[in-house]
């Protein structure tokens, strides 16, 4: 596992830390962009099913290597209401 906490080797695994204390803990970085298109707090398994379904390496952006691992974006519509 790397910094990101998300790797990728057949499938997606994305750590548990990533989901609860970066894509939905209430003040995080990210957190109410998550929020604003529906999910909640107790929606972890929810965002990681709809992330790992969406994940595609083709559409990874800003690659870089730094000390060996490997850092990009990979931008991605999701949603669970109609906004």
Not at 31 to 56: H, P, T
């Amino acid at each position: 596992m790397d910094d990101s906490g998300i790797k990728k080797t057949g499938s997606v695994f994305i750590a548990d830390d990533k989901i609860n204390m970066f894509f939905l803990l209430e003040g995080a970085k990210h957190a109410q962009d998550f929020f604003d298109v529906g999910y909640g707090s107790a929606g972890g398994e929810r965002l990681r099913k709809d992330i790992s379904d969406n994940f595609d390496i083709g559409k990874a952006v800003e690659k870089k290597t730094s000390n060996g691992v490997e850092k990009f974006s990979i931008f991605m519509d999701l949603e669970i209401t109609q906004k």
